[in-house]
């Protein structure tokens, strides 16, 4: 026998089903993320998105939690993607588009970057070493997605009885060695942007914000290591 719902808890169930039945216009709804993840649509497509209000709340929702990462965005397949049961857009992607959540993420974590770095915007060489962090961090968060929908462990055949039955080796998941693969490649590219600092500290290239550039240089990789991987991790 089911338990009794409270009034409460029957209230939120009929406004859930109100909010389903009721279909809004995203380009109408006064939100930031929102607007900004119509930014990342031809004009003529974000105009016409729709969906039911139920799910442009949990879009609102989910989109305000996303986790700073990047790369090049994969190309939106809807439903048929890979991540489409974490993915706030899934049931209105563009499809065939650039995927506007990795295109978000993508836009946030290089001014976090920026910003905890202190990047030369004219430094070619800063701006590669950020763009390739926030590549690397795209990649280490479809490999935590791949785990949290398939979990750490995979069975690899390992042979056929001769009554045909498969025996299989429970192996660790091959989306854990690409997470682990990517945070190790972050973290040196972060630590080699801290070398190259502190050597233009060193021969006056640049002038540390402290006396001693070693120091400076740490610093600057803490601060990195603050602003950005504790949302990623």
Do not use: W
Not at 17 to 44: F, G, S, W
Not at 114 to 127: A, C, F, H, M
Request: net charge negative; with cysteine.
């Amino acid at each position: 026998m089911e338990p009794v719902k409270t009034d409460e808890e029957l209230a939120t169930v009929e406004k859930e089903h109100e909010e389903k039945e009721e279909t809004v216009r995203l380009e109408d709804i006064d939100d930031p993320n929102i607007k900004q993840l119509l930014d990342k649509y031809p004009p003529a497509v974000a105009k016409n998105l729709m969906c039911s209000k139920y799910n442009a709340n949990r879009m609102i929702a989910q989109l305000k939690n996303i986790a700073v990462d990047n790369s090049i965005p994969m190309i939106c397949r809807g439903p048929d993607c890979p991540y489409s049961e974490s993915c706030p857009i899934s049931s209105v992607g563009p499809l065939g588009s650039p995927c506007p959540v990795e295109q978000i993420i993508m836009d946030k974590n290089i001014t976090d970057y920026k910003k905890s770095l202190e990047v030369d915007g004219l430094d070619r060489i800063e701006i590669d070493a950020v763009m390739e962090m926030s590549e690397a961090d795209i990649m280490l968060r479809r490999a935590n997605a791949d785990i949290a929908i398939n979990g750490y462990s995979a069975n690899n055949l390992k042979f056929v009885t001769d009554d045909g039955d498969p025996i299989y080796d429970v192996v660790p998941a091959v989306a854990l060695h690409v997470a682990n693969m990517y945070k190790k490649r972050r973290d040196k590219i972060i630590k080699d942007f801290a070398k190259t600092r502190e050597l233009k500290y060193k021969h006056g290239i640049l002038k540390p914000a402290v006396q001693d550039p070693s120091k400076e240089a740490a610093n600057m990789r803490k601060r990195a290591e603050d602003g950005v991987y504790e949302e990623q991790e």
